[in-house]
């Protein structure tokens, strides 16, 4: 389940996240990598392949290596249809696994996942739309809360945590750049004056920030998913960290100066960078930044 259970939520049906899920596998190799420990992998690697085959029968519908099915995210919401969100986790994580079916010395499970991420990237490629990567969906009104069109800052999370893991290019390099600097052009406000948020307000006036998504090419959902005015920081310094490692650094400091602006101690407290909550955990993705620079 994607939520921590108390006695009181005894009953609940809190459903897996995909993010949640994917992100535990890379997780897991992230952990190995930073502390060698070979025992960690052995111990777990049946759990990793439990989860990761499971994250494949449950929203691969049609069986071609790229997520379609109603897929729960952070936002709260379950996404629809191929998305470069959920696409890149698949493909990180999938590379994570072939790594770590080598360690373990699983041949069989290194050749289903190596192939199985081919046949991936090779779909999500179809996901370009020159400048960016998007959702495919035949109608974007079908369901409530998605992006179709939209340049969503998250789109290549995964990316951004393969490079964390020292796992490389899970996409091509030049096409990951540039979607990083569409989301840099498209979503990166410098100012907050003119800007509609009907949700909760994180920046405003002359204040800057990355909102979470926008519709450059028009075509905005009649009811897109529903934090995608507002401004997260742990999406700030993901975006902030992912441009820096694609060597854009001074894109990357831009971002990260106008979050420390709008905490600077003075509009508000600079240790508590709020987003839904006080001491909200994603704002530690701040820490990526030193192995980015």
């Not at 952070?74 to 696994?97: P, R, V, W």
Request: proline share 3%; glycine share 8%; charged share 20%.
């Amino acid at each position: 389940p994607h939520r921590s259970l108390k006695l009181l939520d005894e009953g609940q049906n809190y459903h897996p996240a995909v993010d949640g899920q994917l992100g535990s596998i890379i997780r897991l190799y992230r952990d190995w990598a930073l502390s060698g420990d070979d025992t960690l992998v052995a111990e777990l690697w049946p759990k990793a392949c439990l989860a990761m085959d499971y994250a494949l029968d449950q929203w691969d519908t049609n069986g071609d290596s790229v997520l379609d099915g109603s897929q729960y995210v952070t936002y709260d919401i379950e996404f629809h249809g191929e998305n470069s969100l959920t696409a890149s986790l698949l493909l990180a994580a999938l590379k994570a696994m072939t790594a770590m079916a080598v360690l373990v010395g699983d041949e069989g499970k290194k050749a289903k996942y190596a192939a199985l991420f081919a046949a991936s990237s090779g779909k999500t490629a179809l996901l370009w739309n020159g400048e960016y990567y998007e959702q495919n969906i035949s109608d974007v009104n079908a369901f409530k809360y998605q992006y179709g069109t939209g340049c969503l800052s998250d789109q290549l999370f995964g990316q951004f945590l393969a490079h964390v893991c020292n796992l490389s290019y899970i996409l091509p390099q030049e096409k990951v750049r540039k979607a990083m600097l569409s989301v840099y052009h498209y979503n990166f406000l410098h100012s907050f004056s003119e800007h509609a948020n009907m949700q909760r307000t994180y920046a405003l006036n002359d204040e800057q920030g990355v909102v979470l998504c926008t519709w450059p090419k028009g075509n905005k959902p009649r009811f897109p998913f529903v934090y995608a005015t507002e401004v997260w920081t742990g999406i700030e310094y993901q975006v902030a960290a992912h441009l820096i490692y694609e060597g854009d650094v001074a894109e990357g400091l831009a971002i990260v100066e106008a979050v420390q602006n709008r905490y600077d101690g003075h509009k508000r407290n600079p240790w508590n960078e709020v987003e839904c909550g006080n001491h909200y955990v994603r704002s530690m993705a701040s820490w990526s930044l030193i192995p980015a620079l």
